[in-house]
């Protein structure tokens, strides 16, 4: 597996490119900006882009997916969920002192336990509300690894004071769909370093409640 990861974009959210090392075929999780950076992984490794996957619809997440959709025709998923909090991306440049993208159009809702295929590996969809009510997580078996947007962090979880967050439903989705994969689950976040399941289950603070 190719897996390289790229922190874009004022806020540093973290964009993986993972791709098949036979085939090269490719998904881009999370393009938030810096699509010239992404698309220079991508031409290095001579990958072929045929998702591009977003964790939630915040600005920082699905920023440049439009543009990196326009350089390798691939398609935009994100779960329905948060369609609506896509309509307020204006609203959210504001927030953070971005410069709005434009309108983002996505073209298939990424649906609970979904399973994404690029060349041989598969990821399952873990749909795990709370950040945002259409935020998930992908889960790859195989290769024993989660990326976990901005639901799970070291240490730490996702904010939950946004419009569409819910403490509630984040420590639920936590407890019910993240903290049931193994312990050497290695887990990427969408900002800062990776940690894993085994070390979330013993040392972050919001997981012993
Ligand atoms: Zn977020």
């Known amino acids: 597996m190719i897996h390289e990861i790229l922190p874009v974009g004022p806020l540093q959210c973290n964009c993986s490119v993972i791709g098949d090392e036979t085939t090269h075929e490719a998904m881009v999780i999370d393009p938030g900006d810096d699509i010239e950076d992404i698309v220079a992984i991508v031409r290095r490794h001579k990958l072929q882009v045929k998702q591009i996957v977003i964790t939630h619809a915040h600005i920082d997440h699905v920023g440049g997916a439009m543009k990196l959709r326009a350089q390798t025709g691939a398609p935009i998923l994100l779960n329905q969920n948060d369609y609506a909090l896509l309509k307020m991306l204006d609203v959210q440049a504001s927030w953070v002192g971005m410069a709005t993208p434009g309108k983002v159009e996505i073209d298939s809702s990424l649906d609970d336990d979904q399973s994404l295929r690029t060349g041989s590996l598969a990821a399952s969809v873990l749909h795990t509300p709370g950040h945002t009510e259409g ?43 993240v903290l049931t994969l193994p312990d050497e689950t290695v887990v990427y976040p969408g900002h800062g370093p990776k940690t894993t ?13």
């Not at 889960?139 to 004071?161: C, H, N, Q, V, W």
């Not at 399941?197 to 409640?209: A, H, S, T, V, Y």
């Open 135 to 177: 935020s998930v997580c992908l889960y790859f078996p195989a290769e024993k690894m989660l990326i976990a947007g901005d639901t799970l962090f070291a240490r730490s979880i996702g904010r939950t004071d946004l419009p569409g967050g819910s403490f509630e439903k984040i420590l639920n989705s936590l407890h019910s769909r």
């Open 197 to 209: 399941i085994g070390e979330e289950r013993e040392e972050n603070p919001f997981l012993q409640m």
